[in-house]
């Protein structure tokens, strides 16, 4: 998806009713915070009427997300005809300490996403969207590992929504105290927060030999500890 | 609340249809989950029937579950009443690697909690949730901050949720392939995932001989990176 791309629309659902100024609506906003999480929180409304939220893998393709089934079969089974659902993926940045209890606050970057999905039936989407869902985790990963059967696809189920109306909100920086606060002696300032990979842990039952692939190497490098610091 | 409490009772919306053996009901490990995470995902029902999920910052005490009002005010508005609402908090814990795409997962935990939430009305109440979710960022924080006036509590909704239908899940653990795909060649094992917090950004405005206060050293004696790590 270009970035030149028209951002999504901003609807009544992704305006949010403060601090406007952390919505954002561009591709590549919306995108990046998509892809950089393992993560999701799926919530679509219960046979009774209640609000249900679970966790499940995803990934994005383009403008589709994709849902993983290991949520349960009970999203699934209405998703068949068209399930009203809202997706949301969070990641935290930053603990923000104010002078003042009022302005703690997260750095974080957020993608809120509504719409109705819908089971993949579609044999190569459906493989498609598990090999997107194995990348997101571990990009690469999908080419070297022994693809599904057919059985194994028959008892997986993917759900896709469009991105249509969707919104990324993100706060960074600083702290924000009143006026009247800043010579308070409180400490103040951010504690960054990040996320770290650790030292691979090989499957016992492996062959002690077996190499570590080149796509985990790569990975390891970008987000893992760097060497010693264990 | 002491560990021998009787666990959450198991009811059909907190019995997992598959993987039942990672659901738990103790208290020690729903509040640990619950203790664990900065974000939870706040799910509702709109006006017109959809699922909304909105990440909020939250704390527990004892049973009870306290979220804040920045999510702005849509679900507060309804909660003067009683909302229903579904609150999911998930922490990733590590890459299941597996030799087939099928088996591929995540080590996670995750507490999912249905109820109906009230607004909190009484001020000491109110006060005592808003420094709960500041001390669930950094634990002993909120004793250090000036304290809200009477106008910041006016403006800040916090909303409560008792803890009566909830359940745990975390899965553990290496891979668990086929028998008969243990031989394949892929390297297979977990990569371990851990939230770090980084060198402490102090703000500019701050005179630079405020000393960092020994709640701030602790945390990041236990969670940050060790001293020459970054």
Redesign the interface.
Known sequence: MSSTAAPYPATP?TT???ARERAHYDHATVHAILDSD??C??????AD???????T?YARVGSRLYLHG?T???PLRGAAEGL?????V?R?DG?V??????H???N?R?V?A?GTAHRVTDPDEHRTA??A??DR??PG??A?????TAK?LA??AVIRLDLREVSAKVRTG??N?EPE??D???????????????????????SAE????DY?RR??AEQG??RG?E
């Open positions: 659902r949010p009713t403060r393992y993560i929180h799926l919530g679509f409304v219960s009427g209640g609000p249900i939220v679970l966790p893998t290991s349960g079969s009970r009203r659902v809202c997706v949301t969070t935290t603990l300490l104010a002078r003042s209890g009022m703690h606050s997260l974080y957020s809120v509504h598990l090999d869902i194995i985790i571990v990963r999908a070297d590992c022994r693809p599904a194994e008892q997986t600083g702290v105290d606060d800043r308070l002696p409180t400490w103040a300032g951010v504690i960054p927060v990040s996320r770290t990979l650790g030292t691979p842990v090989p499957d016992p039952a492996m077996t190499p570590l692939p985990l990975l390891l500890l760097r610091q």
